[in-house]
């Protein structure tokens, strides 16, 4: 027989798993989901510029800001409502038709940051596997390389996601246990090493581009020395070698500039760009060339059913005039410099590097102090969200948003976890 509450839902017709705890939720996602990922256990149902609340109603502040993705903040006010607006107008087309967002947001890019096209896609691996097969279509037809010969050269270390091209791109060995076969013609090259990659170009004239991120993030935050962006520029426009720079996670006011080539004011010959680019509302990437490039693929050579939605176009070109209208590169570049001040006073023995530049940082932990994993469940519980990278790095990336007093509260949880205090 049923209880009465239970009786009472059912005649209701609410759905009783709402009232399910916390670790219910984790339970039923360990039970029925895949578990190709770990998260931390804390169940999220609400988020607002740079805070999020569990379902008990703790409230966090985001030093992760889905990794670099919500770098307006959580559910920005004016991205909701362009979202509302456009669900209720048109969503879905596919490129089977034309529809007024995609060259309006189209125009605005390339106007924004100075190349002549701009080809969207969905997710930021998507723009990796573009951005290769575009180099491809290049080497035969511009460079006149050998049919399947076509060479991609990638930086050690790097990440742009988990298909198959890139893990066939990837250094990491959890990227070669039982996938392969592998992509052919993918080499690679010491990151931050101009020496070994003009080595590279010269041993090899089929090699037709060269991807790197200008700061590597998922490695650790690992930032190059001053004049490796010139100096790729410079190999490759000797070699005759296509420059792709992976600004997925770095792009879009991150690291305290538009972009993180503007460090260096360096122009790749073609530039992906994701996360950010929608503000997490909707997955929107895509890669930018100018004509000898672009116009390489034709009709049928390319596509994607959602790239390039009505809704997807709209909500990036929100998401990248809240940027630029807010001035997030120059908090980004502020609110970066006391982050770097203030954590650079923590003691050796604990913090062996500060890494970063604006609000892309990682706090490289001495793993005799702790294990990474351990500080992240600690800061929780202080109430400040993020994770490690490749164990004893924390990543440390809040919403662009981020005011002084916000930031300072983050910093007093970071100090006072791994002080013990």
Not at 113 to 142: C, H, I, Q
Not at 166 to 174: E, F, K, V
Not at 202 to 217: D, L, S, T, V, W
Request: glycine letters at 10%; aromatic letters at 8%; one cysteine or more.
């Amino acid at each position: 027989m049923l209880a009465i509450g239970q009786r009472f839902l059912l005649r209701s017709g609410k759905d009783s798993r709402r009232f399910l705890s916390s670790q219910q939720i984790i339970q039923r996602d360990d039970k029925y989901g895949g578990r190709h990922f770990k998260p931390l256990p804390v169940v999220l149902t609400k988020g607002d510029g740079v805070h999020l609340w569990d379902k008990e109603g703790n409230r966090y502040l985001d030093f992760l800001a889905g990794f670099s993705t919500v770098n307006q903040g959580h559910c920005h006010p004016r991205l909701v409502q362009v979202m509302r607006e456009q669900v209720g107008k048109l969503t879905h087309t596919a490129r089977a038709f034309y529809t007024e967002p995609h060259g309006e947001l189209a125009e605005y890019l390339t106007k924004l940051l100075g190349w002549n096209r701009f080809l969207p896609m969905n997710t930021g691996v998507e723009g990796g596997d573009t951005a290769v097969k575009l180099s491809r279509r290049w080497a035969y037809r511009v460079k006149k390389i050998a049919s399947g010969k076509a060479t991609v050269v990638f930086a050690n270390g790097n990440f742009w996601g988990r298909s198959l091209a890139a893990l066939s791109a990837s250094t990491d060995p959890m990227c070669f246990t039982d996938f392969g076969p592998y992509m052919p013609q993918f080499d690679k090259v010491p990151y931050n090493d101009l020496e070994s990659l003009e080595m590279k170009f010269k041993e090899n004239p089929n090699i037709c581009a060269f991807m790197m991120e200008p700061i590597q993030g998922e490695a650790g935050v690992i930032v190059p020395r001053d004049g490796y962006l010139k100096g790729v520029r410079d190999l490759c426009s000797k070699y005759n070698v296509l420059w792709i720079a992976d600004e997925v996670q770095t792009g879009l006011c991150r690291t305290g500039k538009r972009l993180a080539i503007d460090y260096e004011g360096q122009r790749p010959d073609i530039l992906i760009l994701g996360k950010a680019l929608s503000g997490g509302m909707y997955p929107v990437s895509g890669v930018l060339a100018d004509d000898e490039i672009m116009l390489c693929l034709e009709t049928g050579s390319h596509g994607s059913t959602f790239g390039g939605s009505p809704l997807g176009n709209r909500i990036a070109l929100e998401a990248v005039k809240i940027l630029e209208e807010e001035k997030l590169a120059d908090n980004a570049s502020n609110m970066g410099r006391i982050l770097e001040k203030e954590l650079k006073t923590l003691p050796a023995e604990i913090v062996k590097e500060y890494r970063g530049r604006g609000l892309l940082a990682g706090l490289v932990i001495n793993k005799e102090h702790a294990e990474g994993w351990d500080i992240c469940l600690k800061l929780k519980d202080h109430g400040l969200l993020t994770r490690p990278a490749h164990g004893q790095i924390i990543r440390l990336s809040p919403p662009l948003t981020i005011n002084e007093e916000q930031l300072r509260e983050g910093i007093s949880i970071i100090k006072k976890v791994l002080l013990n205090k």
